[in-house]
C-alpha cells in the first residue's frame, strides 16, 4: 500500500490553489422557441445587439434581428437542418461584418463571404459592418 505524507498532500493542494483560475465569463445564452423558414425564435438572449451574430450549438451561424420584448427573431446563415426547439444559442457580441478585399472580384462565395468556387481562400486585411452607408464614389467599371 502506497503511503502519502501530510507534507506532500499540503503541496499538492497549494499547488493546486496557486494553479486556480478564477476568472469568470458571462455568456448571454438563450433556447430556441421555434424554427422554420430561415427564421428562429430565441428567448433568453435578453443583451443581444440589434444585427448581432449569434451562434447555435450545432455551430449554425444567424443574425439578430427582431428584437421583442420576449424573444429574439434570428435570420439563418445556414441551412439550420439540426437547430430544434429547446437548442441552446449564445450572443458573439460581434456585430455581423463582411471582409471587403479586390480579391472578391469575380469569386464565388456563400452568405457568410466563404468561397465556394473551389478556387482556394481569399486573403482579407479589412472589413465592413453588413449595415454600414455605401462608399461615397461608385466602384469602376
Given at each position: 500500500m502506497?503511503?502519502?505524507?501530510?507534507?506532500?498532500?499540503?503541496?499538492?493542494?497549494?499547488?493546486?490553489?496557486?494553479?486556480?483560475?478564477?476568472?469568470?465569463?458571462?455568456?448571454?445564452?438563450?433556447?430556441?422557441l421555434?424554427?422554420?423558414?430561415?427564421?428562429?425564435?430565441?428567448?433568453?438572449?435578453?443583451?443581444?445587439?440589434?444585427?448581432?451574430?449569434?451562434?447555435?450549438?450545432?455551430?449554425?451561424?444567424?443574425?439578430?434581428?427582431?428584437?421583442?420584448?420576449?424573444?429574439?427573431?434570428?435570420?439563418?446563415?445556414?441551412?439550420?437542418?439540426?437547430?430544434?426547439?429547446?437548442?441552446?444559442?449564445?450572443?458573439?457580441?460581434?456585430?455581423?461584418?463582411?471582409?471587403?478585399?479586390?480579391?472578391?472580384?469575380?469569386?464565388?462565395?456563400?452568405?457568410?463571404?466563404?468561397?465556394?468556387?473551389?478556387?482556394?481562400e481569399?486573403?482579407?486585411?479589412?472589413?465592413?459592418?453588413?449595415?454600414?452607408?455605401?462608399?461615397?464614389?461608385?466602384?469602376?467599371?
Amino acid at each position: 500500500m502506497v503511503t502519502i505524507r501530510a507534507d506532500e498532500i499540503s503541496n499538492i493542494i497549494r499547488e493546486r490553489i496557486e494553479q486556480y483560475n478564477r476568472k469568470v465569463k458571462i455568456v448571454n445564452t438563450g433556447t430556441v422557441l421555434q424554427v422554420g423558414d430561415g427564421i428562429a425564435r430565441i428567448h433568453g438572449l435578453d443583451k443581444v445587439m440589434a444585427g448581432e451574430l449569434v451562434e447555435f450549438e450545432e455551430g449554425t451561424i444567424g443574425i439578430a434581428l427582431n428584437l421583442e420584448s420576449n424573444n429574439v427573431g434570428v435570420v439563418l446563415m445556414g441551412d439550420g437542418l439540426m437547430i430544434q426547439e429547446g437548442s441552446s444559442v449564445k450572443a458573439t457580441g460581434k456585430i455581423a461584418q463582411i471582409p471587403v478585399s479586390e480579391a472578391y472580384l469575380g469569386r464565388v462565395i456563400n452568405a457568410l463571404a466563404k468561397p465556394i468556387d473551389g478556387r482556394g481562400e481569399i486573403s482579407v486585411s479589412e472589413s465592413r459592418l453588413i449595415e454600414s452607408p455605401v462608399p461615397d464614389r461608385p466602384v469602376k467599371q
